[in-house]
């Protein structure tokens, strides 16, 4: 019985040191640590929907949209952004457009072309839905290899997590 007991005692401990050794930074997640820059949310956008600083939209007047820390999902304080996005390309009727995904430095190189091609289509479907055609959206995935920041700061990590837009010339 207590030879028994043992191998269980073992088998947990076991356990209990392998899955504390897969738990996640919250700091590289975006949890709740003090500072909480991993989020788009520490991007300043003023109340005409753009950012003081637009760390890398093209020269095309376009304003890049920021994601949260491994994820693709439209924060709602990027829809202004959309927005005034949408009424630039309009005003060039039937001219194509680039959308061109973007990560941080965390991640394989593969982990992050594919979030940065999530972050594009999402963003495509967003157009989509407000009136522009799918056939004048092109995407493209740089993954993390055109930073805007190179800086190994979470405010420069959270400007490398976007989309950016550009006409194709």
């Not at 304080?77 to 680039?98: F, L, P, S, Y």
């Amino acid at each position: 019985m207590i030879k028994c007991n043992r191998k269980y005692l073992t088998i947990i401990t076991l356990l209990i040191f392998f899955l504390a050794g897969c738990t996640k930074d919250p700091e590289l997640q975006g949890g709740d640590n003090e500072s909480n820059v991993y989020n788009a949310d520490t991007i300043n956008i003023d109340e005409s929907g753009y950012s003081s600083k637009p760390y890398n939209s093209s020269g095309d007047s376009f304003q890049s949209l920021y994601f949260n820390f491994d994820s693709y999902a439209i924060n709602g304080k990027m829809d202004n952004v959309i927005t005034k996005n949408v009424t630039i390309i309009r005003e060039v009727n039937g001219k194509k457009i680039k959308i061109e995904g973007n990560c941080d430095e965390f991640g394989t190189d593969e982990y992050n072309y594919a979030l940065g091609l999530k972050r594009a289509k999402v963003v495509k479907d967003a157009l989509i839905a407000q009136g522009i055609s799918a056939s004048q959206i092109l995407m493209v995935s740089y993954g993390e290899s055109n930073p805007a920041c190179t800086e190994q700061t979470n405010a420069c990590y959270a400007q490398n997590r976007r989309v950016d837009f550009r006409f194709v010339k």
